[in-house]
T-cell receptor, first 111, second 117 residues
């Protein structure tokens, strides 16, 4: 089975940097997704990490350590519109590529 | 990017009735579609996986006779909630995976909010 753990809620100030952590335990591992989900909307894709290291995409970066079962999403220059839930999801190895989602971290950005 | 639509976006129905939700991939062929359910402040829970032209694979604890899934074409999958009850009220989201993009990326529909009274 798979177990995904991430903080329930975080708050941060507009313009700041925030790091959302995710740890996972899986019987087999292919990669890890990060999705952004605004209230009442479907998730939107942010990143997919397969290899160790940091991948940067504009204000958002995602890091993976396969040996530690750990990932984080780094959001820079926070904007009010970044207030949302951030979901990490681990993809098992074996070919099905069906991810298991964590509960999501609700990020609140205040002025 | 790839676009997935869902219809309706919200629906209110009476207890005991059935509701059908459609999921369409608009600009790519979806060989696999997924149906999720999400309760407030909870994670996405996978209900079933469907491949075009074959029976859906349901996750443990999901009643296949209550949640009927049909994936008749490469662009359309439907979820029918039969004999709905108030506890079925939830946010239902489909996602599609296919020839567009990598083999692992799923494209989510906008979701359908079901309220059973």
């Amino acid at each position: 089975g798979q177990n995904i753990d991430q903080p329930t809620e975080m708050t941060a100030t507009e313009g700041a940097i925030v790091q959302i952590n995710c740890t996972y335990q899986t019987s087999g591992f292919n990669g890890l997704f990060w999705y952004q989900q605004h209230a009442g909307e479907a998730p939107t894709f942010l990143s997919y990490n397969v290899l160790d290291g940091l991948e940067e995409k504009g204000r958002f970066s995602s890091f993976l350590s396969r040996s530690k079962g750990y990932s984080y999403l780094l959001l820079k220059e926070l904007q009010m519109k970044d207030s949302a839930s951030y979901l990490c999801a681990a993809v098992p190895s074996g070919g099905s590529y069906i991810p298991t989602f964590g509960r999501g971290t609700s990020l609140i950005v205040h002025p | 990017g790839a676009v997935v639509s869902q219809h309706p976006s919200w629906v209110i129905c009476k207890s005991g009735t059935s509701v059908k939700i459609e999921c369409r991939s608009l600009d790519f062929q979806a060989t696999t579609m997924f149906w999720y359910r999400q309760f407030p402040k909870q994670s996405l829970m996978l209900m079933a996986t469907s491949n075009e032209g074959s029976k859906a694979t349901y996750e443990q604890g999901v009643e296949k006779d209550k949640f009927l899934i049909n994936h008749a074409s490469l662009t359309l999958s439907t979820l029918t909630v039969t004999s709905a009850h108030p506890e079925d009220s939830s946010f239902y989201i489909c996602s599609a995976r296919g020839e567009r993009g990598s083999s692992y990326e799923q494209y989510f529909g906008p979701g359908t909010r079901l309220t059973v009274t």
